[in-house]
């Protein structure tokens, strides 16, 4: 069976296990200072009487809280109940999208994605994608998922909650892979990827296929704050790409 060995597992090792693991700490706290500057403006724009509404639904009883969320003009349920369950994976998935290493693989579910990177490489020297012609050795990989499942959908949750609120924009990179995470390895475990794999697709020819291009898979700083965010980390982040 292919191992579909994750980045982290290609990178790790007993020698630097403590040096990758602390870098690892800044990804996540570049990725939390990311959601707390989307999460600003929401809770300014819902100020009630020049006090943030935060500050006034906290103090309520539950029955309180409750007929206040319900008589809201806003919609600020997502906010007022906010879960952490997905917060972690949102975190791993932007670290994963970015070039940070995980025990994870970012998944598509749009063809013509997975197209471009069959179709692309990433060059060492400049940290950027490029394109180049497909050959025999391209494959992608068919893996076997639960009904009614779309890596989007699963994006799209994974954030609202990460960012505390209703209001927000996924990061453009990761709206525009259509990308989610599969889960089955860890950082020396077994891998288990290769037993999701339900079909493989050979490419041939040299014309290419795909319709994307560097710049819609790979958003430029301006264009995207979150890559913004962890290009500012000092120290600066290890296997970041853009």
């Not at 292919?2 to 007993?14: D, E, N, V």
């Not at 403590?18 to 999460?39: G, P, R, V």
């Not at 598509?108 to 394109?131: C, I």
Request: proline share 4%.
């Amino acid at each position: 069976m292919p191992s579909l060995i994750p980045s982290l597992g290609r990178h790790i090792t007993k020698e630097n296990f403590n040096e990758i693991k602390l870098n690892m700490m800044y990804w996540i706290e570049a990725f939390k200072i990311w959601t707390l500057i989307q999460s600003e403006e929401y809770k300014e724009e819902f100020a009630i009487n020049g006090k943030n509404y935060w500050e006034v639904v906290k103090s309520l009883e539950p029955q309180k809280m409750a007929k206040f969320v319900y008589n809201c003009p806003f919609d600020i349920e997502e906010y007022v109940y906010f879960q952490h369950d997905l917060e972690e994976y949102a975190e791993i998935l932007a670290t994963q999208q970015y070039g940070g290493y995980t025990s994870m693989l970012d998944i598509t579910d749009d063809l013509d994605v997975a197209l471009f990177f069959t179709q692309s490489f990433l060059n060492q020297k400049t940290r950027k994608y490029e394109l180049c012609n497909p050959n025999q050795n391209n494959v992608i990989y068919v893996i076997a998922e639960g009904r009614d499942t779309c890596t989007l959908d699963v994006s799209t949750r994974m954030f609202k909650n990460a960012t505390c609120n209703g209001i927000f924009q996924l990061p453009p990179r990761i709206e525009n892979q259509k990308c989610g995470l599969l889960i089955g390895a860890s950082a020396f475990g077994k891998n288990a990827y290769g037993y999701r794999i339900v079909a493989k697709i050979h490419l041939q020819g040299e014309d290419i296929l795909t319709t994307k291009k560097v710049e819609d898979m790979f958003p430029d700083l301006e264009s995207d704050s979150l890559f913004k965010t962890y290009y500012d980390v000092e120290p600066k982040l290890i296997g970041l790409y853009g």
